[in-house]
């Protein structure tokens, strides 16, 4: 069903279910740094560096495909809709620093429910370091 919006806030999520399985129902982005204090002599901070900035992605939403379920593996790499307009892709946005190239998501948890009164659910949390390629990967056994 399409909606009608008045105003300039955004409604709702690009469809994206062919990325991760689900048909998302919401995304979050949490995004942190690292922090070092420097102390004078009296034990006042005085100074700070922030560093190691990075964003965790967490998604959820019901199964798209029943055969198929969750399309994603732990370690996989995550790709987010881009369309212009309506972006989920937003990973370099509000952090310091400048990505190399094919920096992306990496899944780090995965999460499957099943009920006898609901539609079948997951959730996913990726995390995404822009220092860390993520187009490369090598499988240790």
């Known amino acids: 069903m399409s909606a009608t919006i008045h105003g300039a806030s955004r409604f709702g999520l690009t469809d994206d279910s062919s990325a991760s399985g ?21 034990g006042n901070d005085v100074g700070v560096s922030m560093y190691n900035d990075s964003v965790e992605v967490t998604c959820d939403g019901v199964v798209a495909v029943k055969a198929t379920g969750i399309t994603l593996a732990l370690a996989d790499a995550l790709t987010l809709a881009n369309t212009a307009t309506d972006s989920l892709d937003l990973l370099d946005d509000n952090i310091f620093t400048t990505s190399v190239a094919n920096a992306g ?12 009164t609901e539609f079948e659910t ?13 187009n490369a990967s090598t499988t240790v056994s």
Not at 26 to 41: D, I, L, M, R, W
Not at 105 to 116: D, E, G
Request: charged content about 10%; glycine content about 4%.
């Open 22 to 42: 689900l048909i998302l129902g919401n995304v979050s982005y949490n995004k942190s740094a690292e922090t070092a204090f420097v102390k004078n002599h009296v």
């Open 122 to 134: 997951g959730s996913l949390t990726a995390l995404y370091r822009p220092l860390i390629a993520n």
């Open 105 to 116: 998501l990496i899944v780090s948890a995965l999460s499957l429910t099943r009920s006898n």
